[in-house]
């Protein structure tokens, strides 16, 4: 065997026999603490068989009264029973030769008893009353605003502005009112005004705190300080450590779920940071966090936010990850949601782990869940990095197929990420309702899914491509810096969503059309582009990539550094990209000396003393900036049917690893043309590891011309390198022969349909049309050859459907489309065909007999919880949280229908 050949086939071995550590794992929800030994085995063998790799335990509010007849026990958070279950599959995971992760406290975000209201998350409110002066002022607030008041400022106001040199800290005018013994509200002090139109800006911490949001019994309580690292380390020690300390080496990982802290816009020791980090008090400027004080507003709005970001990215994402290594343990950080520098705060984490919310079913660039959390990764060096998979996948719920998350897992791997967490397995023992105990927001990815037998399928594709995604470094040569001081700098007091805001600045539309062009991108942020690039010849080299053109958009801040940095990667040859010029720096104290500066750099730059390298501003950051693109920078891969089909580059050593998706249910003929590669490759399917021809191959200028033709659903390696041969190059087959299977029964729940020349939907039977389950469809036909393949085609199949030829298992089909190969169980003479389907689960949902069985508790109970309404908001939005019954009024389609071909070919 050669090399060379040796060395591709390792590509073809990992494929088809991928490692144990590259499976898939899922989330795994317990209700109230309520499960038992014996369930916990039984799900655990369900997930093994099915191909998953390990469990993050989410432990979550009650769904049920006690009931010692169905054996229900809701079980106290941190009682004796909690350590002896959650140790108990911890034990089994490991004998199991599966990972256990678990998520700290009882469900998101971070908190419960131990917090009280001095390391509670606070919410600063801003009050105003405008005072016409002169006079001498003083105000009895009481009843008027609940809490404390953090910080109070006055100043005199020109038009709606305040004028920044009238503002003073009035703070010390508070004091508290007293009835009898009690301080009962606050007033102010009498302060003298001067003439002209005042206002007054006081800042008043909610006495009212966010509660952590769907806990078990004994685990409510307030959501911690995210800021604090007294908070922190309260929580860790009361809610953590005691757990870590009985699972010792059978727990994997720590795991933080989003930030999801609702006004979280202030913490203790805010005021005292802000003037140690800024240099000044903000105090007498708060006024600007929520109004305008003119020309500095911005710095002042910036310097706010960036203090808040070092607190929480020191006191809770760096504090998180530092904590659990110096217990052994791996930190898998979800970061989304912070107010933070959102790289820094990803990269804190071992595992950065982003998230697909929503429909995402497509190819699409998702920068506010995906592509931020997987730039991190590579600015930082992470070799993992995970993704959160099918939250809300399909609204309404229960309708998703294993086609709808190979869609939606193969969108996420081409948004740079390599692991998967199924979101999500619900607990369901058999005593639980027909089909189980789903969870509010999610795709129902256990056992009581009617295709869950067939999920293994999926399972294997999934660890085979996180595999061959682990391999090597990611290549990426944009750079797309995020405006993030801009969005701080305009951003008003506020949990601020970063993420959220970055996306809406920079474009969602905006940042898929580059990725679809061919232009697949990193984010860059400035300790990125400063403390980790570094500016060379042919780029800016940070980790393993170097980018060669950055692009600014929507960018109107710099800081002085960075904008220093970006100097020298143009002048030593880099291309800048920009939609408008940067024109001024970042804060208050800096911005005195360094808003010029930038200024000043910009303008060299865009003025044309570029030195070896280049820079571009164009109109707009929509078509003007895409055809300048296209023009001046070369694309890693043009992909013609780019709304189809979607791509991801890694580099392994010598060789260059490409992954090609089709995300969507129609086949895709294109084009694939590659810069400055030979046509030395091979192509791999990513599900069998089969070696694949090309359709058609031409090397003309530098450039690589590769057509193939994409089936629906089908994922392609294409695997380039100095000892890899070139490509098989042919047409794919076509059948010789059609012929038309007809005359089917189908039986399912005890009902046989007639005789009919095609297959025939559930629904058409009255006693099936609320049905969900298996349904077996027989037909028989005559063959009379021989053939090297002959493929069973359905044209349309509902959900999944195994294959039975003369009672031979001939394989799966759960995608489109919907083809196999059952050359291998045909007989001469008579044959008989047999197809086990499967459906999803929507209809039995809808179904009357579970609209009769969703029935509330009584208000008051005999057994724990003993208050009904403790039980009865969860089960509100269990089953039917948006409202399954008013999308559908009607069953909808399970089963087979229309023609059923065998193709045959020679």
Known sequence: MQAGTS????????????????????????????????????????????????????????????????????????????????????????????RFDFTPGSSWPYGGPPISEEFAMQSALPYQLDIMGPCRYSHDFTTQF?????????GKMEGCAMRPETARDVTAAFTDKYLFNWPWGAQMQPVDIPEGRHKLTVFVVNRYRQPVLKPCPNADG???????????????????????????????????????????????????????????????????????????????????????????IENFFARFTDWSRARGLAARIQAHGTWGDILKAYACADIPEGETFGEHDKLECNTIHRRLASSSGHLYGKKIISNESFTWLKVPRFTETLEDLKAAVDAVFLDGMNMIVNHGYAYSPPEADPHGWPFYASCNINHTAGWWPLYHHLGHYIQSCCAMLRLGEPVSNIGIYLPQADVWAEGMLSDLHLAMKLEERIGRASADRINKAGYWFDYLNDEGICALGKAAADGLHIGSNCYRTILLLQCGRLPLETALQLERFVKAGGTLIADGIPSRSCGLIEGKTDHEKVKQIMARLFGGD???????????????????????????????????????????????????????????????????????FEALDA????????????????????????????????????????????????????????GWTLAANGVTLPESETPRLWSEAEALQWYSGAGSYQAEFSWDGSAKRAELALETLHCTASVYVNGIFCGDIWKRPFRLDIAKALRPGKNKLQLEVRSTIINAMLSPEIAAAETEEAPLLDVWPYFGETINKHLRERWFNWREREYFK?????????????????
């Open 610 to 680: 570029c030195g070896k390298g280049r820079v571009f501003l164009t109109e707009n950051k929509e078509n003007a900036l895409l055809e300048l693109l296209r023009r001046e920078i070369t694309p890693d891969v043009t992909v013609e049917k780019n709304e189809q089909v979607g791509f991801v580059h890694r580099r392994d050593g010598k060789n260059d690893l490409y992954f090609f998706a089709n995300v969507s249910r129609e086949p895709a003929d294109t084009s694939l043309v590659f810069h400055q590669l030979s046509a030395r």
């Open 146 to 154: 609940t809490g404390s008041v953090a910080a109070a400022s006055l």
């Open 890 to 906: 009607e069953p909808q389609p399970a089963g087979l229908t229309g023609k059923v071909m065998l193709l045959i070919y020679q």
């Open 222 to 312: 307030l959501v911690m300080d995210h800021c604090s690292a007294a908070a922190f380390d309260r929580f860790f020690e009361q809610m953590v450590e005691p757990l870590t300390e009985r699972l010792g080496d059978n727990l994997g990982s720590l795991f933080c779920d989003s930030i999801e802290c609702d006004g979280h816009n202030w913490s203790g020791a805010l005021l005292e940071e802000f003037k140690k980090r800024r240099g000044y008090l903000l105090e007498p400027y708060i006024y600007a966090l929520w109004g305008d004080m003119g020309e500095i507003t911005g710095d002042i709005r910036y310097d706010y936010f960036r203090t808040m970001s070092d607190l929480t």
């Open 7 to 98: 060395r591709f086939m390792k590509y073809q071995d990992i494929i088809k026999k991928p490692p144990e550590e590259s499976k898939g794992m899922t989330r795994w929800w317990w209700y109230g603490c309520a499960v038992t030994e014996k369930e916990i085995d039984r799900e655990l063998r369900f997930m093994k068989e099915a191909g998953l790799g390990g469990v993050e335990v989410q432990i979550l509010y009650p769904l049920h009264r006690d009931d010692p007849e169905k054996g229900i026990e809701n079980v106290p958070y941190f009682s004796p029973r909690f350590f002896e279950l959650v140790g108990y599959a911890a034990r089994r995971c490991r004998e199991m030769g599966l």
């Open 687 to 742: 599900e069998s590891g089969e070696i694949l021809p090309v359709q058609e191959l031409s090397e003309k200028d530098g450039l690589l011309t590769v057509r193939l033709k994409f089936a629906p659903m089908q994922s392609i390696f294409l695997v380039f390198g100095p000892e890899i041969g070139k490509p098989e190059v042919k047409t794919l087959p076509q059948p010789v022969k059609e012929m038309e299977i007809t």
